[in-house]
C-alpha cells in the first residue's frame, strides 16, 4: 500500500467515528498519531541488515520474525503483514490508558465507539491529555486509572509494526505481546473488552510457552520462564476474584454511598497486604505497582479485564491436549456460539477441574501424555 493511500485509508476511518458522536479533536489527534507511526515504519529484513546493529536488537528483532511464522504456521493466526516492519518510538509507551468507575461500583464506565462497541477505556497520545480527562472524571466524583500502554493492535486494519520501545522487554514477554496482539488481529467481540483481553492474555502466555518449545525444546530456560508466566496469570486471576468478593460484599450491602466510601479504603489496606504476600510467588512482570498505583475500583478493574477466568481457558486447553491451535478454534468458536456470555459458553464446555490443578503445558514437561483434568468434587 502506497503512503498516500495508507494516510486515505486511515484519515477515512477516523472521519467515519467522527460521525458517531465522538470527540472530534480527540479523534483528529489519534488519526495523526496512528499515520505517523505507519508512516515510519521501516521493514525488519532491511533494518537487519545493517552491519553496525547492536547484537541484543539484532536477536530481538529476528525472534519477532520467527514468533510471527510460528503464529502463523502452528497457531493459525491471522499474522497478514503485521510485524514485518518496526517503528522507532522515543518513549516507553505509545498511548496513555484511562479508565474509571463509580466509587461505590465494580463496572467501568465506558466510552463508544463505532466497530469495537462500547469500551471500558480511552487511550490518549500524550499522558497531559489522560491526565486532564482524568481530573475531569474525579471531579465528577469518579474514581480512575492512567496506565502506559507498550503496544497497539489495529484489529487487522492495518499491518501493525513493531513498536521499538518493546526491544527493552525479555525474549518471554515480548513473544507473549506478539502473539496476544495478533490474536487480537485474529479474532475480536465488539462490546466485551474483558473477554477479547484476557483471551489474548491467555493464548499470548501460552503461546509463548509454544514457541519456545518448539524452539528450543520444553526444557529449555525459556520455556521454564514462559510457564511460569502462564501459571502467575492464573494464580494473580484467582486472587483478583477472591478480593473482588470482599468489595462486593460492601457494595451490595444497601449501605448509603458515603458510608460505603468511608469503609473501602480498609479493604483497599487488605487487598494491598494480600499482593504483598502474593507477588514473591510471580513470575513475569510486576501486576499491580503498589509504589504508584493507589488502590481504587478503576485500578481493580483494569485488572479484571486481562485476567477473567483464565483457569477455564486452561481447562479447555487440557481439552485439545495441549494443542494450543485446536484451542485458540475452540475459544473462538464457543465465543461465537454465545456472544453473550462467551466466558459461560467455555465454562460450560469445560469440565470445572481441581483447584489449583493445571494441564502439563502449563505445569511443566512430562514424559507421558497430556492428561485430562480432574474434576472438582
Known amino acids: 500500500m502506497s503512503k498516500l493511500r495508507l494516510i486515505r485509508r486511515i484519515a477515512l476511518s477516523w472521519c467515519a467515528l467522527s460521525l458517531c458522536a465522538c470527540d472530534i479533536g480527540y479523534l483528529a489527534h489519534g488519526a495523526c498519531s496512528e499515520i505517523r507511526l505507519l508512516w515510519n515504519r521501516r521493514p525488519i529484513e532491511r533494518v537487519l541488515e545493517k552491519k553496525d ?8 528483532l529476528e525472534m519477532v520474525l520467527e514468533v510471527r511464522r510460528f503464529a502463523a504456521d502452528n497457531l493459525d493466526l491471522n499474522v497478514g503483514g503485521a ?6 518510538v522515543d518513549k516507553s509507551a505509545v498511548t496513555w490508558i484511562l479508565m474509571a468507575a463509580e466509587p461505590d461500583r465494580l463496572k467501568p464506565h465506558t466510552w463508544y465507539f463505532p466497530i469495537v462497541g462500547s469500551v471500558p477505556y480511552k487511550g490518549y497520545f500524550n499522558k497531559e491529555s489522560a491526565q486532564a480527562a482524568a481530573a475531569a472524571m474525579e ?16 484489529l487487522g486494519y492495518f499491518n501493525d509494526p513493531l513498536l521499538s520501545n518493546l526491544l527493552t522487554l525479555d525474549h518471554v514477554t515480548l513473544a507473549g505481546v506478539i502473539i496476544h496482539e495478533l490474536f487480537h488481529r ?11 483481553e484476557s483471551a489474548a492474555n491467555y493464548v499470548g502466555s501460552r503461546g509463548a510457552v509454544g514457541f519456545f518449545d518448539h524452539l528450543k525444546g520444553p526444557n529449555s530456560e525459556d520455556s521454564a520462564a514462559a510457564r511460569a508466566v502462564v501459571r502467575s496469570d492464573i494464580e494473580f486471576g484467582n486472587f483478583l476474584s477472591r478480593e473482588e468478593d470482599k468489595l462486593l460484599a460492601l457494595y451490595h450491602s444497601g449501605k448509603p454511598r458515603a458510608e460505603i466510601v468511608r469503609q473501602r479504603p480498609a479493604l483497599f489496606r487488605q487487598i494491598q497486604a494480600d499482593y504483598t504476600r502474593l507477588k514473591p510467588k510471580l513470575s513475569g512482570l510486576d501486576r499491580f505497582d503498589l509504589d504508584k498505583e493507589k488502590l ?3 485500578v481493580l478493574i483494569n485488572y479484571q479485564l486481562y485476567f477473567h477466568h483464565l483457569e477455564d481457558f486452561a481447562a479447555l486447553d487440557a481439552m485439545h491436549r495441549c494443542d494450543l491451535r485446536a484451542t485458540i478454534a475452540a475459544i473462538i468458536e464457543l465465543a461465537k456460539s454465545d456472544p453473550d456470555d462467551p466466558f459461560g459458553a467455555i465454562h460450560r464446555a469445560v469440565k470445572p477441574p481441581a483447584r489449583g490443578w493445571l494441564p502439563d503445558c502449563v505445569s511443566g514437561p512430562t514424559n507421558g501424555e497430556p492428561e485430562s483434568p480432574p474434576v472438582r468434587p
Open 53 to 60: 546493529l547492536q547484537p541484543r536488537v539484532r536477536s530481538d
Open 83 to 88: 510485524y514485518t516492519t518496526v517503528t522507532q
Open 139 to 154: 471531579a465528577e466524583g469518579y474514581d480512575t486509572f492512567i496506565r502506559p500502554a507498550v503496544a497497539f493492535s489495529s
Open 186 to 196: 485474529t479474532y475480536f467481540l465488539a462490546s466485551n473488552v474483558m473477554f477479547d
Open 296 to 298: 481504587n475500583n478503576a
